[in-house]
């Protein structure tokens, strides 16, 4: 089959298998480049390993820090007619490349907040692993069933209050244009911070610790963004903000609750980036390309690697890792000094239909958008024809 992107809206619904494995390389090179990690965790848990900060963070632990990784996530396979997911081709490349390094490497596809799959991952753990070091969390999903009710939450992207009215880039249709979002009412706060908020990131940590798999020391990070005032609106402040406030209870509560592990919980604050999870939301597409501009121009420009490594040596494992009033471990100095944004900010208010690809770097979001799905890489032959069912 050829393969070309098909992009409906914020998002592309196939993927290019040797694309994503070009993704997956170009991240393990760097890694490689850079210094090996000092003091690493040997068994790491990710969930929400097969695209964005999670796959980033399994990246670096096995390919700077050689940790066995056990990873889950939520794909579709693919078919002899239809293209899997671009994480199900991450995790292939990612298998492939540990397996060539000698790494251990599982990854067990399902739905995380399920009890089902805890147990499944619980049974991998005692038998190949025995326990674990470090745990991150790393999912985005827009909705939950929990398993103690059945019901199915969905999140919503809200302000909470007010209607807000704000600049966004359409994607589709290439124009900036003004939204105006209805504020959310109780109930859709309430779902949303059953979706992403820390009550599931709880569940896995209880049920890790009573199987006994957690090692002593372990560590575990749930991951947030906490931006300014450009997306507090829609973001820090709007139903996805309530979500992650609960993460930073979450976080909390388990290191309170886990002392006799002396288990390390933290709520890692990361930069905004164009993932699968980040093109969905609002205003977020027009905010990280004008971002995206200033950081290049300030040579601070750094995507879901760089920030991964960071994260690692600069906050998990560093001796004396810098925290804020919150406990939280913040990797987005970078975007969220007032330097940074004071220049994104003057440009927000002059960006226009008419001079948008000039203030912003658009070219750089769509190249990143497209590499997300294994696409827009100049060393792959796009007009080959390939065999969309890779195994992992
Ligand atoms: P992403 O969409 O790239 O990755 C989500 C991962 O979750 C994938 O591996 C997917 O398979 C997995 N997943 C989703 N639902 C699942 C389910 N039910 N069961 C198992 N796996 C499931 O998202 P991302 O942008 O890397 O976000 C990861 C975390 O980082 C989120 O908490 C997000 O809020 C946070 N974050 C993102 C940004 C950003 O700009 N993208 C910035 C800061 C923090």
Known sequence: MVIKPKIRGFICTNAHPEGCAENVQRQIKYVQQQPALASAPKRV??????TGYGLATRIVAAFSGQAQTLGVCFEKEPTEKRTGTAGWYNTAAFHQAAEKASLYAKTINGDAFSDELKDQVIAAIKADLGQVDLVVYSLASPKRKDPESGEVFSSTLKPIGKQYTTKTYDTDKDK???????P?????????????????????????????????DCKTTAYTYIGKQLTWPIYGHATIGKAKEDLDRAAAALRHQYQDINLSAYVSSLKALVTQASSAIPVMPLYISLMYGVMKEEGTHEGCIEQAYRLLTEGLYHPAPSLDDAHRLRMDGKETNDATQAKIETLWHQVTQDNFHELADYKQYHQDFLNLFGFGFENVDYDKDVDPRVKW
Do not use: F, P
């Open 176 to 182: 900036v244009h003004d939204i105006t979002l209805e």
């Open 45 to 50: 848990l990710v969930i929400g390993s097969s």
């Open 184 to 216: 959310a009412n109780d109930d859709e706060i309430y779902n949303t911070v059953k979706v992403m908020g820390g009550e599931d990131w709880g569940r896995w940590i209880k049920a890790l610790h009573a199987a006994g798999v957690l090692a002593a």
